[in-house]
Structures are given as structure tokens and as C-alpha cells.
């Protein structure tokens, strides 16, 4: 008996028909792959052609993820083949294999294969290979990167980058929406040393700002400060507050410790105060109040204050002596407007400072505004406050407030906004990006940029950079909008014309864009279509966030870090504990590494359940 008679007899007549329309429904799959691909000639010829192949596989993936396969992967699965839940790096050799064997299983003689598929083998060497190229090897004992964004002390304290090196960093990123240029260099510049003095590489990323979609400026509040005592639960004061008056100008208020109060005064009447003064005034109530002199010395007086006090620029002291001073210029009080479910917010071009009682906000990006349509959703703030567009007017839009805390929540100026419905014509590639460009083919190895939205904004990076000679420096696509998400086929394939690309989920503004209860979908969705590109992805935005900003780790960033392990990076964001977050990562993708990698369980032997050591 040969083969083929052995597999047909071990299943039924009835089951061979329906291997037989199981194979021909794939058959039609694979047609339609062969056509797109044809179709798509044109667009594949502007690949470069070490990443052609790539290419037509993620174009053969999204040919197969435009049809609903669960009834099929059922079938296969009970039949004991591939279901095709694993086939991203090597679609077309999936569908082929499954098709063969089908065809056997029926007793059928069959066999046609795409000469320029690629292998199982070769979809995993690309990847890797790719990865190397753009992020520099991996760790032996985990496959995963760890990119650290940069604090601003990387700049001068050369041993914290030391440190995150030997701790498990393997890239770096600086944020070229903080700091300055110099400090850029610098960061990088330790890097380097760094990494060398350790013998190991570390890309650096630098990302481009981006542009800056945020509300407009609030007018400033009164200048005045409030002095409040700490009190038990009787209201006696337990601590008293404490204000340092000090000669002239306003001084940092970390020079006196976090209790000052700094308050500018007199320099001459300053000299007469000596300790254990009272201090008089009348505040900004027009209650009397006593502060008593602590400590004097020179770089200014401390004086204590044992009732609540709200002191305003011209509030009048007075010495023991009966002389007096003015209290000199204190900053203003950031104002802000306070949103309810039902208000109507304005939303304006005009960037004048607003009076927070009206109601209405400046927007730093007037295109965004013309490019709303009645009913698109608004969000503010990271989505703490929501609303959608009622009415269009010339350089306004009304958003209706639908979404807010209870009891109301305050916008402030400076925070960022999210019009997630609208299709914002704005390029992702400003002028103050351009300008930003020679100093990071200066430093880095790789350019992140910013608010990716269509292929035209990877085309007018490419162009700006080959223009200067920066066609070797790597390109990272962000995807923080939902636009940017539902592009990112295209614009791989217009990124692909360069040989060093990548992917990172910004997962911070996906959550605001599409909605935190869809996110793990988005997110899914983008590393799937990575892999299919063979196209390195980074897991980015708030892994192990609360243990980077406190210390201690909460239990759900420990799982969500465990998942970003199927990306081949995961970002850290800066916090004081950031040393402390990269070991922990380290650790948890090390240990990871060995039960899961991509989208597949590796069977390891289970060790849960073993007996103890006798």
C-alpha cells in the first residue's frame, strides 16, 4: 500500500469531500495572492530589492487577512494540519504546504509552488536580519531589545549610562521634544563611550517632535501664594509653613528645600529681621497675620507661619521695628477651565489668552480644526475629557462635552488633543522637524518620526534625508493615530524603499486614539503586520511605567511587559527608578524567552508542578 492510499484510508468518504472543498477554498486564496501580487508589480518594483520578497509576502498576508478564516482554521485543526494562525513570516509556503497536504490526505497527486516564496526558514533570517541592521544584536539569554529613553541627566552623568548598559539597555532614545541640542550631543556622545568601555554596541534613536496638536494658552490667575500649615485630624497645627524672604528677584525654591515658599522682599528691609521677629500683614482676606523669623542667613530669611495665609504680590509686611516692604513679583497661578458633561466648548485658531470662564480654548494646529466634520469625536488631556463636534464655523469648531470625571475636570493649557474620526491633513514632517535633521544624522543611528500618517510623509523623510546624504540612517514609523494604524500597509511599503526600517506602537496614543477596550486588538494587529513585512517592531509607551516612576512594579505591567516580549524591542520611558526597570525587564524577557516566542508557545518542560528537592 503506498502512502497516499494510507493517509485516504484513515479518513472517511464523507471527510475526503470536505478535504477536497477545503483545499479548493485555499486554492482560490492562493489565486488571489498571485493576482494582487501581479497587480501590485509597480509598487514592488520601487522595493529595494533586498527587501522585495518582504514585500510580496506582507501583500500575500493582507491578501489572506481579508477574508474570515475561523471556520477554515477549524477544520484544519481537527484534520491535525497548520490552522494558519502562525504563517506571517512565510505565508505563501503555509498556504502551499496546507494545500499539499490536504490534496494527499484525499488521495490526490498535487504540487505547485511560487519560486519566490519565502522559506520558513527564511522568513525568520530576514527578520532577524533585519532587526540587527536597524537595533544591533541581541542578548544571548533573550531576543528582545531594551530601548531606554534618555533623562536629562544622561547628558552629564556619564555613570547612570554606564549603569543602564550593564543593567540590560541595548538602544537608547532621545526625545528631541525635551532638552536642547547640546545636551542631544552629549547623551549621545556618552552613549557611545559607554558602550565601547563595556564592549557592546548601542543604537541611538533619536525621535523627531512631530507636530504639536494642543490646547492654547489660559490667562494667567492672580500672583499669589497660599501658606498652609499641616494639622492632625482635630485641626492643630502639627507643622507649620514655612516662606524664605528673600532680597529681589524670586530664587529657585529647591535651594531652601520642597516646604519653602519663596516671597521676594526689600533687600535693605530684609537685613533688619533677626530671629524670633514677628512678622505682620494682612492677606489677601484681610486677615492679620504673624510669621515668626526662624533662621537668618544669606542667602535669605525663614519664617514660619502657623495659620493659613494667602500673601499676593503688593501684600504689605511689617518688621518689629515698624518698618515695611512690599512683596515683590511672585509668578502667576496657572488657571484652568473646568468642563462638565453638557458644556459647549469653543475651540479656536485664535491663540489669545482665554479668560477660563468662557468656556473656550485655542488649538495650536488651525488645520486640524478645518479638517473636522460635525460628529467627530474631540479628546483632551489623554482622553480625560470627551466630546464630539456640533457645530463648524471659520477657524472654530463647538465640541459638544460628553466625557468627563465626576463633578468636572479641568483642561489646561498645553495639553495635548486627539480628533481621532478626522482625517488631519497635516504632515507629519514639519519645517522645525527638517531643520532638526542634520544634527540627528550628527548623532544617531536612526530617526523616529513622529505622527506617521500616510506614505507621503515617509516619501518626504526619505527625500529630506537623501538629500543630505542620510539615506544609510535608519527610519522608525510611529503609529500613534488611528489613521496612522489603518496606513501602516502603505507606508511600509513606501518605508521599504529604504534598507533600514522599522515600527514603533506608540501605545500611549493609540489607547487616546482608538479607545483603551481596543487597543490589545490594534496592537495585535500592527505586530502581526510587522512580522508579515519582516519589519522590526518596538512595544513602546508605559512598560513597567509605575516601577520606573516609584520603584515598585504593579502586577498588571508585569504582564503587560511579559507580552511585549513578542515584539523585538521594548521601550522604557525615563522615571528616578529607571536603572531598576531595565533590570526587571531584563530579567522578565530572559526568562520569557524560553516559552514564547512571536505568536507561538514553546513546549519546554513544565517545571511548575515538579517535586521538590528531597
Known amino acids: 500500500m503506498n502512502p497516499t492510499s494510507d493517509a485516504r484510508a484513515s479518513i472517511s468518504v464523507k471527510e475526503v469531500g470536505l478535504v477536497r472543498e477545503l483545499a479548493a477554498q485555499l486554492e482560490e486564496i492562493q489565486e488571489e495572492m498571485r493576482l494582487h501580487n501581479f497587480e501590485a508589480a509597480e509598487v514592488l518594483q520601487r522595493v529595494l530589492p533586498a527587501h522585495r520578497l518582504s514585500a510580496a509576502n506582507l501583500l500575500d498576508y493582507l491578501t489572506l487577512r481579508n477574508i474570515d478564516l475561523r ?44 519560486e519566490s516564496a519565502v522559506s520558513y526558514e527564511e522568513g525568520e533570517r530576514i527578520l532577524a536580519a533585519n532587526s540587527v541592521a536597524l537595533l544591533g544584536s541581541t542578548r544571548p539569554d533573550r531576543a528582545a531589545r ?4 534618555m533623562p536629562t541627566e544622561a547628558a552629564d552623568d556619564y555613570g547612570l549610562v554606564v549603569e543602564l548598559l550593564a543593567r540590560g539597555m541595548d538602544c537608547a532614545r532621545i526625545n528631541c521634544a525635551h532638552d536642547t541640542p547640546d545636551q542631544w550631543r552629549q547623551m549621545a556622545a556618552n552613549v557611545r563611550r559607554a558602550a565601547q568601555s563595556i564592549g557592546r554596541t548601542c543604537a541611538v534613536l533619536m525621535d523627531l517632535p512631530g507636530p504639536k496638536l494642543r490646547t492654547g494658552p489660559i490667562a494667567p490667575g492672580p500672583r499669589v501664594i497660599r501658606l498652609r500649615p499641616e494639622r492632625d485630624l482635630l485641626g492643630r497645627p502639627i ?19 520642597e516646604r519653602a515658599t519663596v516671597i521676594p522682599v526689600d533687600v535693605e528691609w530684609l537685613t533688619r529681621l533677626c530671629p524670633g521677629d514677628l512678622v505682620s500683614l494682612h492677606d489677601t482676606r484681610d486677615a492679620r497675620r504673624v510669621c515668626t523669623v526662624k533662621w537668618v542667613t544669606d542667602a535669605g530669611v525663614g519664617a514660619e507661619f502657623i495659620d493659613t495665609t494667602y500673601v499676593a504680590t503688593g501684600t504689605r509686611l511689617i518688621a518689629p521695628d515698624g518698618s515695611e516692604t512690599l512683596v515683590g513679583l511672585l509668578e502667576a497661578l496657572e488657571q484652568s477651565i473646568v468642563l462638565h458633561a453638557g458644556d459647549v466648548l469653543t475651540v479656536t485658531s485664535d491663540l489669545t489668552p482665554v479668560d477660563p470662564r468662557d468656556l473656550r480654548i485655542g488649538c495650536t494646529l488651525p488645520d486640524a480644526l478645518a479638517s473636522a466634520r460635525v460628529g467627530d469625536r474631540v479628546l483632551f488631556d489623554d482622553g ?38 478626522t482625517d488631519l491633513h497635516i504632515a507629519a514632517l514639519g519645517p522645525e522637524d527638517a531643520l532638526l535633521l542634520p544634527i540627528i544624522l550628527e548623532c544617531a543611528d536612526a530617526v523616529a518620526l513622529s505622527f506617521s500618517q500616510r506614505a507621503a510623509d515617509v516619501t518626504s523623510l526619505q527625500d529630506h534625508l537623501e538629500s543630505m546624504g542620510g539615506a544609510g540612517l535608519g527610519i522608525v514609523l510611529k503609529i500613534e493615530t488611528v489613521r496612522g494604524f489603518e496606513r501602516l500597509p502603505e507606508m511600509l511599503l513606501a518605508a521599504m524603499a529604504f534598507e533600514r526600517i522599522g515600527v514603533m506602537v506608540a501605545r500611549g496614543d493609540l489607547a487616546v486614539e482608538c479607545g483603551f477596550e481596543r487597543l490589545s486588538e490594534v496592537q495585535e494587529e500592527i505586530l502581526w503586520l510587522c512580522e508579515a513585512a519582516h519589519v522590526p517592531a518596538i512595544w513602546a509607551t508605559q512598560v513597567l511605567d509605575q516601577l520606573a516612576r516609584t520603584g515598585q512594579p504593579s502586577r498588571a505591567e508585569i504582564s503587560d ?22 533590570a526587571a525587564l531584563d530579567d522578565i524577557l530572559g526568562r520569557m524567552d524560553s516559552y514564547q516566542h512571536k505568536k507561538t508557545a514553546l513546549l519546554r518542560r513544565l517545571t511548575s508542578w515538579s517535586e521538590p528537592p528531597s
Open 71 to 114: 471556520e477554515i482554521q477549524a477544520a484544519l485543526a481537527q484534520l491535525g494540519l497548520s490552522s494558519l494562525g502562525r504563517a506571517e513570516e512565510h505565508v505563501i509556503t503555509t498556504l502551499e504546504r496546507v494545500i499539499d497536504n490536504l490534496h494527499v490526505l484525499a488521495g490526490e497527486e498535487y504540487s505547485r509552488r511560487t
Open 146 to 149: 531594551i530601548l531606554v529613553t
Open 561 to 582: 511587559a511579559i507580552m511585549a516580549g513578542r515584539a523585538e524591542c521594548v521601550m522604557l520611558n525615563k522615571g528616578p527608578h529607571i536603572s531598576a526597570a531595565v
Open 384 to 421: 480625560k475629557i470627551g466630546g464630539h463636534v456640533v457645530t463648524l464655523r471659520a477657524g472654530e469648531i463647538d465640541v459638544l462635552i460628553t466625557s468627563v470625571a465626576q463633578g468636572g475636570t479641568k483642561l489646561r493649557s498645553e495639553k495635548g488633543m486627539n480628533l481621532p474620526d
Open 239 to 257: 507643622e507649620s509653613a514655612l516662606a524664605v524672604f528673600v532680597a529681589g528677584d524670586r530664587r529657585a525654591m529647591s535651594s531652601f528645600g
